[in-house]
């Protein structure tokens, strides 16, 4: 992990970790990229996952071609 912190601040990348959020959202009230959001739902449950499986669950929006 030490490498890796290293080539982020080597690289000027650190900020975008340490400062943004998921998909390197800078202002955490705006939702953009829904994959995003899902995939990081995937390994620790948020607001945004749990409402995007409810849709899922319902089965409505899902193409059917």
């Known amino acids: ?29 705006r939702i953009r990229c829904l994959h995003t959001w899902y995939a990081a739902h995937l390994v620790n449950a948020n607001a945004v996952g749990e409402l995007i499986d409810r849709v899922l669950a319902e089965g409505e929006y899902l193409a059917t071609d």
Not at 5 to 23: C, F, K, N, P, W
Request: hydrophobic share 35%; glycine share 14%; aromatic share 0%.
């Open 1 to 29: 992990m030490p490498e890796e912190a290293q080539l982020l601040e080597d690289t000027g990348m650190e900020t975008a970790v340490s400062e943004r959020g998921i998909g390197g959202i800078a202002d955490p009230d």
